[in-house]
Structure formats: structure tokens, C-alpha cells
């Protein structure tokens, strides 16, 4: 059969066409392998997993342990040095590094260790800048920067101990590292509801400590599923940070009495400057975690007291109330220690100056409501109310002078008129705005009222019989004046019962649950 010219030219074309299309296949394929690579002096990645395969989901890792080493100081470390330790006793052992940003200086690790950077790249797919999708083993052994490992047996023994817990409360099994600090095993109570953490020792047992929280330096073994379902698994410090969020759900950590883990290391910075450096970050990140998980007080075990929440010299936690409801209560938490501290101390003095300059007053409505049920402010309250005969605002000369305006007396409380009506108000500082307010009543027939009224159920007139006499009550910490009879007078005011039934102020838009009491 003959093919004519045309035919051969276009089976031609179609051949070329088909080799065309072959080469630009092969040249696609090799950009995305390229893209996959990590880019010239870039640091290293693990594998990702297989897209679908869930965090936390232990069908996508395997037997064994990750080292991770996560707190370091760029300008001063060792963590080459750790990495090179442990791979020469365990080289088949994977090792992660994570960092908030790219080391600077650059890192010397050896082959093999990977370098994740929490920071996201612009340039970068967000899975680059997760740590949980480079660990593909069921265990991480969280190690502090400057430790040895000298025998492999130190981690078959941490592992032994964390898998002959089973599913029980113990989720994390640490071992002390020596020529530091001693840890301490502690027990911890978070209550979010009271933006508070109270930490108090644990006493040991002979098979080591089981208890909620460690101090001093350890080295930690725990599931990477559980490492990944905390809510912030690497925030610093660390060990700070895992415990208040496995305390939370009920974790315990059991403390081996050994092996212990080697430190050549000490002290672990080489200079008094880098060591103030390292401490100075530290209190840093410590606060800022604070404030990020809403824990305003700290309780050591010693018994002293941290504060991480507002002061006289910056603005109060929450801001206007709206509808009798702050915004904390929405939060399910309660007024913040800070803030309750602020109410007792401006309460402290302005009853102190009160009685001292012939003032006669009286706790007030939700005042005195809590000074019934705690002896001290409601829980959820956010301000003080005191009663005061306004015959007696003379005897004061800071309420006397104040007509208009306001006046800062010397220790930085604040004196005003308040603008919603006809009383006084003491705030806290010019700053911080929490405050005491003072409710001027005259007697007229035997029945105290006043000039100046709110749309709260409480703010009504009531019978003078109540302040003859007044009556001392303990409140705050002091004792201070009350009506008598303080259960029908609350009734009066609130309804039968009030005292023994806690509810919100304004249950329409927030309610006290019982079962949260």
C-alpha cells in the first residue's frame, strides 16, 4: 500500500506531538520531586505522613521512641552535642529539634537530626512548621538541652515502666538528671474557674513518685499520641506548660529514683551575663504562658505567691460590664484573684478611713451578701458597696470636696463623684478602674432612703431599725460594720432564701449552674 505525502506528514506530526507531550510529563514530575526536597541550606524534614492519616491517630506510627529536644538558648547551647550522645548509644533512634525560629547562630547537628521551625514560611506549606507530622514512632522522650545518654538501658527502663501503666492515669514516666537541681515531685490543682495553679509536694514511695507535676530538670517519656492532643503541646516552658495541661485531665507522671541521666554541662552557661540572659527569657516566656492560658496566680510550694494578672499601675482583667454580667462569667470562670485582691485592699482603706473620720456606713447589697455566705467578696462580684449616712459626708474630707470632679489622694486611690448618680466612688488607681462605691442615705419617718436610685432589684428603701445598731461583721479579712439582722434585711432586699441559693446577678443572660458550685 502506498502512503501518500500527506498521510507521512501526518503521522508525523503526531509522533512528534506524543514525544512532546512524554518530555514535558517527565519535566512536571521532576519540579514536584524537586518541591518535595528541602531547599539548599534549609534544615532538614522528616517524611511526611500519608495525607488522611489523623494527628494523634496511632494507626500512622510505629514501635519506638523520638528524641526531642525543644528548650534551648540560641546564643549559648549544646544541643549537637546532646543529639551526638544519644545517636552513638542509640544511632537507629530518630531525633527532632524544634525551634520558634531558625537558630541564629546556625545549629551543627549531625546527620540525621531534623530541625522544625514552629515559625510558618510564607514560601513553606503550613506542614512544615508542625513537629507532630515528622514523629512516626509511638513514644517521645522530651530531653533537656546539655544531657548524655551513657547507657541504652536508661530508655528500655523508661519505656518498661510507661507501658506496664497500661491506659491508667500515670501518662508520663521521667527520670532525674544528675548534677543539677534535684526534682521534686509535686502534686498541682489548676482551676480555670479561679485563674489559679497551687502547687504543694508529694511525698515519695519506694518504687518512685507518682504525682501531677515535676520541678527541676528531667527527661520525660510519654505516647506522642497524648504529647500531640494536648492543646499546646511545645509551648515554653515546656515542662511548665505539659504539666498544667495533663493536670487538667487527670494525668499523673510517675519520677523514677534511677537511672538518672548525665549532665556534663554544669553550669549550663558559661557566663554570669548568659545565665542572666537565660534567666531574663525565662521569666518572659513563663508570664506570657500565664497569660495565655489565663492563670493569674501562681501558688509555689513553699507557699508563695506569683501574680500574672492586673496591678495599680495598669487597667483592670475585664472591661465595661454590660447587663449585670462581666465577661469573664460567659468564660465560665469567676473574677480573677488579681482583681478580688485590688476590691479588698481599696476596701481596706476606705473603711479605715471612713471610721476614722466619723463616717457611719454599712456593707451594702452584694457586699453583704458575701460577707454572709465567705466572709469576703462573692466570687463573681466586681465591685464593693458600702452604705453611708449622707449627714456624715462633711466628716470626710475627701467626700466633702468633691462636688465635681475627682481627686487622686496620696497612696493612688482615686476619689470621684460618680457620674451615674447621686454617689461616691473610690477606685483602685487612675489606672485601674476596680472600685468601692459609696451609697449616701438619709432617714426620713423611720425609713432610710436616698436621692439616687438603679434598676437593680436591691436598691430599695428599707426600715432604719436595720442600722440601730450597726453590727460587726467579718469581711475581706477585717471586721467591719453590717445592718443587724443581716438574713431579713438581704430578704428584703433580694428575695426569700438569697443567702443559702447563689445565683448570678442577671440570670437571664448568665446562669449559675449548682453542679458547679
Known amino acids: 500500500m502506498r502512503i501518500s505525502f500527506c498521510q507521512g506528514l501526518l503521522t508525523g506530526a503526531i509522533a512528534l506531538n506524543l514525544l512532546i507531550l512524554y518530555y514535558v510529563s517527565r519535566a512536571q514530575q521532576q519540579m514536584m520531586e524537586k518541591r518535595r526536597e528541602p ?112 547507657l541504652g538501658r536508661q530508655l528500655d527502663r523508661l519505656l518498661k515502666e510507661l507501658e506496664g501503666e497500661g491506659g491508667g492515669p500515670v501518662r508520663l514516666v521521667a527520670a532525674p538528671v544528675l548534677t543539677r537541681s534535684a526534682v521534686q515531685c509535686l502534686h498541682l490543682r489548676v482551676s480555670l474557674r479561679e485563674w489559679t495553679a497551687t502547687y504543694a509536694p508529694a511525698a515519695s514511695g519506694s518504687s518512685g513518685s507518682v504525682c501531677t507535676a515535676l520541678r527541676g530538670d528531667a527527661v520525660i517519656l510519654i505516647r506522642t499520641e497524648d504529647l500531640f492532643n494536648l492543646s499546646t503541646p511545645l509551648s515554653k516552658p515546656l515542662m511548665t506548660s505539659i504539666f498544667i495541661q495533663t493536670s487538667l485531665r487527670g494525668w499523673k507522671v510517675k519520677l523514677l529514683e534511677g537511672p538518672a541521666f548525665g549532665s556534663n554541662r554544669r553550669p549550663l552557661f558559661s557566663s554570669a551575663h548568659n545565665q542572666w540572659k537565660a534567666d531574663s527569657r525565662l521569666k518572659e516566656s513563663t508570664a506570657r504562658l500565664f497569660r495565655e492560658f489565663g492563670i493569674k496566680r501562681v501558688i509555689q510550694a513553699e507557699g508563695k505567691d506569683q501574680w500574672y494578672g492586673c496591678r495599680k499601675e495598669t487597667e483592670r482583667c475585664f472591661g465595661t460590664v454590660l447587663d449585670d454580667t462581666p465577661d469573664y462569667l460567659y468564660l465560665d470562670r469567676w473574677t480573677p484573684p488579681c482583681c478580688l485582691r485590688a476590691l479588698r485592699e481599696t476596701t481596706k482603706y476606705v473603711i479605715n478611713i471612713l471610721e476614722t473620720s466619723g463616717v457611719r456606713y454599712w456593707l451594702e447589697g452584694g457586699t453583704l451578701l458575701g460577707a454572709a455566705r465567705h466572709q469576703d467578696i462573692i466570687p463573681w462580684d466586681y465591685d464593693v458597696d458600702l452604705g453611708i449616712y449622707l449627714e456624715d459626708i462633711p466628716n470626710c474630707d475627701y467626700l466633702k470636696s468633691l462636688d465635681s470632679g475627682s481627686l487622686t489622694d496620696a497612696n493612688g486611690y482615686v476619689w470621684e463623684r460618680a457620674v451615674e448618680g447621686n454617689f461616691y466612688r473610690v477606685q483602685y488607681s487612675e489606672a485601674n478602674h476596680l472600685h468601692v462605691d459609696l451609697w449616701p442615705f438619709y432617714s426620713r419617718n423611720g425609713v432610710m432612703t436616698k436621692d439616687s436610685w438603679t434598676d437593680h432589684k436591691q436598691d430599695v428603701e428599707f426600715p432604719e431599725h436595720f442600722l440601730h445598731p450597726l453590727v460587726p461583721m467579718q469581711f475581706a479579712g477585717i471586721t467591719a460594720y453590717a445592718p443587724n439582722n443581716h438574713q431579713s434585711f438581704l430578704e428584703l432586699k433580694f428575695g426569700e432564701g438569697v443567702v443559702e441559693n447563689p445565683q448570678y446577678p442577671n440570670p437571664a443572660k448568665k446562669r449559675l449552674e449548682k453542679s458547679k458550685l
Not at 537530626?113 to 522530651?142: C, F, G, N
Open 39 to 150: 531547599g539548599k541550606g534549609a534544615p532538614k524534614r522528616a517524611s511526611l505522613p500519608i495525607p488522611g492519616m489523623g494527628i494523634g491517630s496511632s494507626s500512622s506510627r510505629g514501635p519506638g521512641i523520638t528524641i526531642l529536644v525543644r528548650e534551648f538558648e540560641d546564643f549559648e547551647n549544646y544541643v549537637a552535642d546532646v543529639a551526638r550522645s544519644f545517636l552513638k548509644i542509640r544511632p537507629e533512634l530518630p531525633f527532632v529539634v524544634v525551634a520558634d525560629t531558625l537558630p541564629y547562630p546556625p545549629l551543627a547537628l549531625p546527620e540525621g537530626v531534623r530541625l522544625v521551625v514552629l515559625k510558618p514560611a510564607p514560601d513553606q506549606p503550613p506542614q512544615v512548621s508542625r513537629p507532630e507530622l515528622y514523629i512516626q514512632t509511638e513514644y517521645v522522650l522530651v530531653v533537656p538541652d546539655g544531657v548524655e545518654l551513657d
